[in-house]
């Protein structure tokens, strides 16, 4: 029976990622460039609204280019956030997360998964805006 532990583990190890990611904190910036929103509701800011983009990721000092991130929010409150969706692309492995996103202040989102390194990542990323337009995010994930 305890011959059968260190197969098991490592066969579990296999399927759902790698222990080398737990309690990693990886820190990012996103340079919002290409944010995009659809008006698929009434005119204006209402619930139903698309935002879409594909942008790029940077290193914590904001100099050099790691990746993109790509995703969609769907308008759930006016004024207030949005249900999203998007995954951040690396070197070593992609990073999905999901939740929702607050027009004012931070942000918590969940980390439902990932690919490479990140292969059974979970965890939260938290979201904060770098200035008042809105014009780049920290991205902070601390994975679990």
């Known amino acids: 029976m305890n011959a059968l532990f260190p197969v098991t583990a490592g066969a579990l190890a296999l399927l759902f990622g790698s222990a080398s990611i737990a309690g990693e904190r990886i820190q990012l910036v996103e340079r919002a460039l290409t944010d995009t929103t659809t008006d698929l509701g009434a005119k204006g800011d209402s619930v139903g609204d698309l935002m879409t983009w594909l942008n790029p990721i940077y290193d914590a000092a904001n100099k050099i280019q790691l990746g993109t991130d790509q995703g969609f929010c ?16 690396l070197k070593d492995g992609r990073i999905t997360v999901e939740g929702a996103f607050m027009d004012t202040g931070d942000s918590l989102l969940t980390v439902t998964g990932g690919t490479g390194k990140y292969a059974g990542a979970k965890g939260q990323m938290k979201l904060h805006a770098r200035d008042a337009k809105a014009s780049s995010y920290d991205f902070t994930f601390e994975l679990l």
């Open 74 to 89: 769907v308008r759930v409150a006016v004024g207030k956030s949005w249900e999203c969706n998007w995954t951040t692309i």
